[in-house]
């Protein structure tokens, strides 16, 4: 096909030698499939920020270390400066999380470069060779929707140790390859520990994930992974060998009824002599 503008750069500079297809005109991006260093990638080309929303952005960006306080306090203004820095943040989030994840070996596509806003990542391919579907596009039996549940918290949890979440995970952003399912669609990524949305994203993303596969199993439908997972996280217990039940307690001991009703008449007689001293009459 011809060359779209974005990826004359990359032509220039000889980091791409063919653009094939384009792939997807995605919300945040356009997605191409090129040939790059004698094979065949996936280039994927920010959309500007203009057209994303600037407010929500700026929700995912809390807790991540900019490039300096100068533009960290930028970011938090609707300013060019600010947008262009939120802009950069926003893509270099994406390839940080996809390096970072990889090297701890959760399966996202391998990112080969990224240059002027262009992202060369492998392309990921199905068991015959073709452009891997996404989960969304694909019917499952039973057993295979248990199973890669299974795959996914497990992968949710191997980030989530390594302080990451997705934020955005969904079946449009999970294909599925010839090896099982492989998460794409990082710029939102999360620092867990620094936002103060951690939890509800945590849970979001589960829950979207729970609720796909339950079409094919309905059983996964009455599980709380989400609730189950952050619990143990937030007490510094979650290892990525935790066993999960699917099931969340509020809290393992049973309520002290006759401790707390203790406690109630401790605190009205120490009111009552409160009053009595108050409207008593005046020592001297
Ligand atoms: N590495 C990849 N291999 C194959 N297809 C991909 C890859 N990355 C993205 N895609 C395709 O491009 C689409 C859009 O990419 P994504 O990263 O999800 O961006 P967007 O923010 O636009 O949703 C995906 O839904 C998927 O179909
Ligand atoms: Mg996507």
Redesign the pocket.
Known sequence: MKTPKCLETLLQNGLIDEVYSQ?????????YVVYSRGEVR?A?VY?EAVKRNFSQQAQYQEGRKGRGSRQARAMQKNTRFGRKELEMAWQST?VDALRQLSEIGVRV?HVYEYVAGVLV?????DAEGA????LNDIRLTENQALEYHAILIGQIVLMLCAGIIHG?LSE??V?VSADGP?I????QAVNAAGNNNARSMLERDVDNITAYFGRFAPELLSSDYGREIWKLYSRGALSTSSVLTGHFEQSGNPADVRGVMRDIDYARILHERMLLRANGPERS
């Open positions: 792939l997807m005109s995605g919300k945040e991006a356009d997605v996936c994927k959309k994406e596509p990542m492998e392309l990921v391919l452009v891997a579907p996404r955005d449009f952003n294909l492989v794409i669609d990082l710029p």
